[in-house]
């Protein structure tokens, strides 16, 4: 059971200053991988073990996940691991920003909550802005992947993604959606949609070298395909 918040209510709309690597991991150098939207990090606690050369960070909107997440880091000392709280749209930008160049070399975005409703997507994880940071921070050749188990959820962010012109996708995965996860280890989500037998999207991206679209450009040419002006919306509630 997914247990929403509004990312748009005042509180989630507060922005935290993040630490900076070298207080969250014991080898700030090493690569890092970003999971947004981590839930309880169960993931990220065995892709920490099997790869122990990267430094990983979950990012949850949820607080009482976090502490939970960070409790079991703690315990079993993953110095290679950590969890925080925030809302990715309002902190990640400048933390990603003050990087050293080529740290970050992969970011996840694994079965968001499903606002998939035309009036909600300003609740979406994926917003353009945290894209195009996404994409300013990430070095020609690192990865972007999404999955999701819904269509309605993971439509949106294929075709945000690939109208900012800043990814491609690896030329041997299949279309429309890959067929395995790259990653080694699936999410709680992921799991127990294998055990019903129902289907996951997933796509994988790798920055190229275009340069980052103009912000409002993105926007408008993305609400022209998301948000049609034909289409009857009723008020946001």
């Not at 450009?217 to 395909?225: T, Y």
Request: with cysteine.
């Amino acid at each position: 059971m997914r247990q929403h918040v509004n990312p748009l209510s005042r509180f989630f709309q507060l922005p935290l200053e993040l630490p900076a690597p070298e207080l969250l991991f014991d080898d700030p150098c090493r690569p890092i991988h970003l999971d947004i939207g981590c839930a309880r990090g169960l993931c990220l606690q065995e892709l920490a073990t099997l790869r122990p050369d990267r430094n990983h960070l979950g990012v949850e909107i949820r607080r009482p996940l976090v502490r939970s997440a960070q409790r079991d880091r703690d315990r079993l000392e993953r110095l290679n691991l950590h969890y925080l709280f925030c809302n990715a749209n309002v902190s990640l930008e400048g933390w990603m920003a003050a990087l050293p160049q080529d740290r970050l070399q992969l970011v996840s975005i694994q079965f968001p909550d499903p606002w998939f409703k035309r009036r909600h997507r300003k609740r979406r994880v994926l917003q353009p802005s945290l894209l195009l940071a996404i994409a300013a921070t990430l070095q020609p050749g690192r990865e972007l992947f999404l999955q999701s188990d819904v269509l309605a959820v993971i439509e949106p962010m294929v075709a945000l993604v690939e109208l900012s012109g800043c990814f491609d996708r690896p030329a041997e995965d299949v279309r429309p959606w890959r067929a395995d996860n790259p990653l080694p280890v699936p999410t709680e989500r992921e799991r127990y949609v294998q055990e019903l037998g129902l289907p996951a999207y997933r796509v994988l991206y790798q920055r190229n070298q275009q340069p980052l679209p103009d912000p409002e450009d993105l926007e408008i040419a993305w609400q022209r395909i998301d948000n049609p002006a034909n289409d009857a919306i009723p008020p946001d509630g």
